[in-house]
T-cell receptor, first 113, second 111 residues
Framework: DAGVTQSPTHLIKTRGQQVTLRCSPK?????VSWYQQALGQGPQFIFQ???????QRGNFPDRFSGHQFPNYSSELNVNALLLGDSALYLC????????????FGPGTRLLVL | GQSLEQPSEVTAVEGAIVQINCTYQ??????LSWYQQHDGGAPTFLSY????GLEETGRFSSFLSRSDSYGYLLLQELQMKDSASYFC????????????FGPGTRLSVLP
């Protein structure tokens, strides 16, 4: 049973560029959430997708957008990258009946130069 | 606003018991979760308290007091592999996963 997978594992971009990160949820899970984790800090909730729609959103600007596909996989897009966007981006999946239990992927480490 | 407080660091020896506290101030509260994260790894779910009281899962227990906006994670029979960061996270609603994470507590287990 595959857990949550994310790609790529590492990424280097320059300011102003755009990036797309990908996530496949754990088998049987249909809800995907994205988090940003700066070094030495706790994860910060970006948004959650369920049934291909954004259901909840944290305090992040519109430069951060996402998508969920019919197979429940998801993408996180960040436009006009800033140096402060450098962080570990985590994807977490769950089922509606057990939202208290989130399964996290290994993350994508993004470095913006 | 939302704020969670945890001690930044805790050190203990193998075999000991350690308690990591978490206090929170959030708009909306549905429950408190605990996650473990090893360096370079993904957060791993440990425990969840939706109601006041103690939840026990093997060597780990978690406690919640809603009236005090306080919870703790108790780790017993510490092992070297327990060295990691531990995060408390408030679940703010039943609809959707709007979790607010604390800053994390780095636990070091010494031989």
């Amino acid at each position: 049973d595959a857990g949550v997978t994310q790609s790529p594992t590492h990424l280097i971009k320059t300011r102003g560029q755009q990036v797309t990160l990908r996530c496949s949820p754990k088998s049987g899970h249909d809800t995907v959430s994205w988090y940003q984790q700066a070094l030495g800090q706790g994860p910060q909730f970006i948004f959650q997708y369920y049934e291909e729609e954004e259901r909840q959103r944290g305090n992040f600007p519109d430069r951060f957008s996402g998508h969920q596909f019919p197979n429940y996989s998801s993408e996180l897009n960040v436009n006009a990258l800033l140096l402060g966007d450098s962080a570990l981006y985590l994807c977490a999946s769950s089922t509606p009946g057990h939202q208290e239990t989130q399964y996290f992927g290994p993350g994508t480490r993004l470095l913006v130069l | 606003g939302q704020s969670l407080e945890q001690p930044s660091e805790v050190t203990a020896v193998e075999g000991a018991i350690v308690q990591i506290n978490c206090t929170y101030q959030t708009s909306g509260f549905y429950g408190l979760s605990w996650y473990q994260q090893h360096d370079g790894g993904a957060p791993t779910f440990l425990s969840y308290n939706g109601l006041d009281g103690l939840e026990e899962t093997g060597r780990f227990s978690s406690f919640l007091s809603r009236s005090d906006s306080y919870g703790y994670l108790l780790l017993q029979e510490l092992q070297m592999k327990d060295s990691a960061s531990y995060f408390c996270a408030v679940r703010r609603g039943n609809y959707g996963q709007n979790f607010v994470f604390g800053p994390g507590t780095r636990l070091s287990v010494l031989p």
